[in-house]
């Protein structure tokens, strides 16, 4: 772990020189991500201007929802997504994955923490304070115990999210020219900022469990404004601990499959 962690210091490091050398890059991205975040409010304000509730959520909790989705995604995207967007789109196909194989850690962690953005960290702040504004605005009574199991949920629901952004680019292994490997997730992300009973049944299991991106969001804020469900709390856990076994294990696979530039 300590290991990790040095890399890590090591790698956000050269992200903020790099950074800081091309402040225009960073101001336009932050400046893209507010435009993106002021576009969906008005699309919700819209939404519910005919509506009072969307599955028995008012527009605040809904706005909450949204930011904290939002909050999982950047700190996401500012780890481990240009690593991993790399993997799928150049690093097999060039053969260049020779290099993560050759170093003394996980290839799967390295390959993902390997290309960090400092800015996406400054957008979480914006989002943290759309979260409290959207408590603070909808005047939601918030309980220390829902608190402390909101946090450890979206903790997991973190974890979560890394797993399964690995299981849609690990296919790059088999298949090296499905370059849109690396959009799949901000596709799929559109569902996380809404609540669950707005999809019908069949597509709830699919989104909850088969591939549960939902989970990541809308569990940990359920239990923020509802009585925790011990079922969520375990479930959540064991969601992660299977697809990071997933995960670990078609990357290995993929490993085995792997020709590399030397061969």
């Known amino acids: 772990m300590i290991k990790y962690l040095k ?10 020189i790099r950074d800081s050398k091309i402040p225009g890059v960073v101001f336009s991205n932050i400046a893209f991500h507010l435009i993106e975040i002021a576009v969906t409010i008005i699309f919700f304000r819209v939404i519910f201007s005919n509506v009072e509730e969307l599955a028995g959520w008012n527009f605040y909790q809904v706005l909450f929802l949204y930011a904290f989705a939002k909050v999982i995604i950047s700190i996401h995207n500012g780890w481990v997504r240009v690593g991993l967007n790399r993997f799928a789109n150049e690093l097999i196909r060039r053969g260049d994955y020779d290099f993560y194989l ?6 799967m962690i390295l390959v993902s923490i390997s290309q960090p953005r400092i800015y996406n960290f400054i957008a979480v702040l914006f989002e943290l304070g759309l979260c409290i504004y959207a408590i603070i605005a909808g005047q939601i009574q918030i309980g220390l115990v ?17 797993f399964l952004s690995v299981l849609t680019v690990a296919p790059a292994f088999w298949f090296v020219r499905l ?3 690396q959009d799949l997730m901000s596709r799929l992300n559109q569902v996380m900022r809404y609540p669950v009973g707005v999809f019908p049944p069949f597509i709830r299991v699919i989104l909850m469990a088969v591939f549960p991106i939902m989970a990541i969001s809308y569990l940990p804020v359920y239990t ?6 011990i079922e969520y709390i375990i479930y959540i856990l064991l969601i992660t601990l299977i697809f990071g076994f997933i995960a670990s294990y078609v990357w290995h696979l993929g490993n085995k499959k792997y020709s590399s530039a030397s061969s």
């Open 7 to 16: 890399i890590n210091w090591i790698l956000f490091k050269n992200a903020y």
């Open 102 to 107: 050759v170093k003394p850690v996980d290839p």
């Open 146 to 162: 829902n608190f402390m199991w909101f946090l450890y949920l979206a903790f997991f629901g973190l974890v979560l999210y890394y």
């Open 179 to 181: 370059w849109s490997l």
């Open 224 to 229: 923020l404004f509802y009585p925790p469900k």
